[in-house]
């Protein structure tokens, strides 16, 4: 019987990143997504035009429709939430899901900086959201900013590890800690709270700061372990198509605002 995965993100009409990323990469494992959009956006918030249509006002209705159907599901993978009422819509549904695995992507800055649109009562809630998480995939500026870090902080390993036990301290089993970079290399980090195991994959960095990154990596990384991928491997894998992808992106010449090629990387993943 195929898997399912709820998929609670925003949808850009331009822009390989969110749900435009997520449903393709999902189905192609033949995992069946579901998605509940937060917002519909005509371009993704790189572009210096586009517009913005806030579904919050929807979404109970939304999910209400499923709970009256009693559905069930495998997982459900939480991505961008742009509001106080969206996180704590969120922190609801994923309560009454024991049976699911949750993922959530707390999403909330990059490259040292807290994106525009949080306040610090949202990046204190999200805190309160992941403790309801089994896995969770922050970049480094969230890890910082979940474990009351200077954003500015440069990290070695050893500080990334101490990063990863804090964070699965707050009650994920898996934490994988994405984009710390370190002498021209690109490192994921992974740690597994329930067997105490550690894990990374890398590769070489580039210089580029492409659109979605983040997304492509969770959904191919959940994706995998889904289908019973091995956590190690699952995490090598992700982290060699999402550099696989940049390469092809870089070689195209393709807009870094449009996201990466990943369609192209699919095809190689093994499973």
């Known amino acids: 019987m195929n898997k399912n995965i709820v998929l609670i993100n925003d949808i850009s009409g331009v822009g390989k990143c969110s749900l435009m990323a ?6 192609y494992f ?4 579901h998605p509940i959009v937060t917002a519909i956006l005509s371009n993704q918030t790189e572009f210096e035009n ?10 109970k209705e939304y999910i209400d429709i499923w709970e ?20 704590n819509i969120v922190k609801d549904f994923v309560k009454k899901h024991e049976e699911a695995i949750i993922v959530i992507d707390p999403v909330m800055g990059d490259n040292g900086k807290i994106y525009s649109t949080y306040t610090n009562e949202m990046c204190k809630e999200i805190k309160e959201l992941i403790k309801h998480a089994n896995i969770i995939t922050p970049n480094l ?10 954003l500015d ?23 994988v800690l994405t984009g710390v970079k370190e002498k021209g290399i690109i490192k994921n980090l992974c740690y597994k709270k329930s067997s105490n195991e550690y894990f990374q994959a890398s ?7 492409f659109s979605g990154t983040g997304d492509i990596f969770t959904s191919i990384f959940i994706s995998l372990i889904l289908n019973g991928i091995e956590i190690g491997e699952a995490l090598k894998k992700a982290t060699d198509a999402v550099i696989k992808g940049i390469e092809e992106s870089i070689k195209e010449e393709f807009d870094t605002r449009e996201g990466i090629k990943f369609e192209k990387v699919l095809k190689s993943i093994n499973i």
Do not use: W
């Not at 997520?22 to 189905?27: D, H, N």
């Open 22 to 27: 997520s449903v393709p990469i999902f189905s």
């Open 141 to 150: 500026t969230e890890a910082k900013i979940l474990t009351n870090r200077p």
């Open 153 to 175: 902080l440069e990290i070695n390993y050893e500080e990334g590890i101490k990063i990863l036990k804090e964070l699965s301290d707050m009650g994920p089993d898996i934490v």
């Open 50 to 59: 586009f517009s913005f249509f806030d579904f919050t006002p929807h979404i």
């Open 203 to 209: 590769g070489k960095y580039y210089n580029y700061s």
């Open 30 to 33: 033949e995992i069946q997504p």
């Open 68 to 87: 009256m159907e009693n559905r069930k599901f495998n997982c459900i993978y939480s991505g961008f939430l742009g509001s106080l009422n969206q996180i």
